[in-house]
T-cell receptor, first 114, second 114 residues
Framework: AQTVTQSQPEMSVQEAETVTLSCTYD???????LFWYKQPPSRQMILVIR??????QNATENRFSVNFQKAAKSFSLKISDSQLGDAAMYFC???????????FGKGTRLHILP | DAMVIQNPRYQVTQFGKPVTLSCSQT?????MYWYQQKSSQAPKLLFH???????NEADTPDNFQSRRPNTSFCFLDIRSPGLGDAAMYLC?????????????FGPGTRLTVL
C-alpha cells in the first residue's frame, strides 16, 4: 500500500522569505501523480500544484514549485516570496493511476511571520 | 462563488443520536466524495459516488452511510455516532474519476459528539 509522510508538523517563515515543505512517499508503482493541497483556516482545501511521475521536469505555479526526486521518492514544495495569505495547512498527496483514492499525508501547518 | 457547499459548518450531536451532514455542488460534477479528517491526521476517504454508483472504502465502518438523491446533493448519515467519530467531514467533487480531474473541496463540517 502507498503511504505519504510529512515529517514537519509545523513550520514558520518570515514574510517575503522562501520556505520548503518536505514530503516523502512509498509506492511500488512507476506511474502516478503527486499533489500539494492547501487548507487555509476555516476555508476549503484547494489544489496548489500537481506533478506527473513520468515527467522529469518539476512543476511550477507562480510562486510555488516542487522538487520531485523520483528515485528518492521525495516531493518537496517550495514557496517563494511568502505572503500572509500562504498561512495554511499543506497536504502532500499521492494518487495511483489504478485507483480513485487520493492518499494524503498528515499535513504541515505553515505560519507566516510578519 | 460557492461551488461545494457544506451545511452545517458546525454540528453537535449526542452519543448514539443519528446525524446527517449535507453537501451540495453547483459544478454539475459526476463524482462526489466524503472524507473524514480527525485532528492532526490526514483526510481519509470514506466513500464516493460516481453518478449514482456508490463506492464504499473497505475500512469504512457500517455506521456511516451515504445518499445521493440527485447530481447536486450528497448526504452523510452517521447512524449511531460515537466519541471517536468526532472529526471534520469534507465533501469534494470532481468532473470524473480521471486522475487529472481536480477534486474541489467544500469547507467541511466539524462534528462534535457529546
Amino acid at each position: 500500500a502507498q503511504t505519504v509522510t510529512q515529517s514537519q508538523p509545523e513550520m514558520s517563515v518570515q514574510e517575503a522569505e522562501t520556505v520548503t515543505l518536505s514530503c516523502t512517499y512509498d509506492t511500488s508503482e512507476s506511474d502516478y501523480y503527486l499533489f500539494w493541497y492547501k487548507q487555509p483556516p476555516s476555508r476549503q482545501m484547494i489544489l496548489v500544484i500537481r506533478q506527473e511521475a513520468y515527467k522529469q521536469q518539476n512543476a511550477t505555479e507562480n510562486r510555488f514549485s516542487v522538487n520531485f526526486q523520483k528515485a528518492a521518492k521525495s516531493f518537496s514544495l517550495k514557496i517563494s516570496d511568502s505572503q500572509l495569505g500562504d498561512a495554511a495547512m499543506y497536504f502532500c498527496a499521492y494518487r495511483s493511476l489504478l485507483d480513485d483514492k487520493i492518499i494524503f499525508g498528515k499535513g504541515t501547518r505553515l505560519h507566516i511571520l510578519p | 462563488d460557492a461551488m461545494v457547499i457544506q451545511n452545517p459548518r458546525y454540528q453537535v450531536t449526542q452519543f448514539g443520536k443519528p446525524v446527517t451532514l449535507s453537501c451540495s455542488q453547483t459544478l454539475n460534477h459526476n463524482v462526489m466524495y466524503w472524507y473524514q479528517q480527525k485532528s492532526s491526521q490526514a483526510p481519509k476517504l470514506l466513500f464516493h459516488y460516481y453518478d449514482k454508483d456508490f463506492n464504499n472504502e473497505a475500512d469504512t465502518p457500517d455506521n456511516f452511510q451515504s445518499r445521493r438523491p440527485n447530481t447536486s446533493f450528497c448526504f452523510l448519515d452517521i447512524r449511531s455516532p460515537g466519541l471517536g467519530d468526532a472529526a471534520m467531514y469534507l465533501c469534494a467533487t470532481s468532473r470524473s474519476r480521471g486522475v487529472l480531474d481536480t477534486q474541489y473541496f467544500g469547507p467541511g463540517t466539524r462534528l462534535t459528539v457529546l
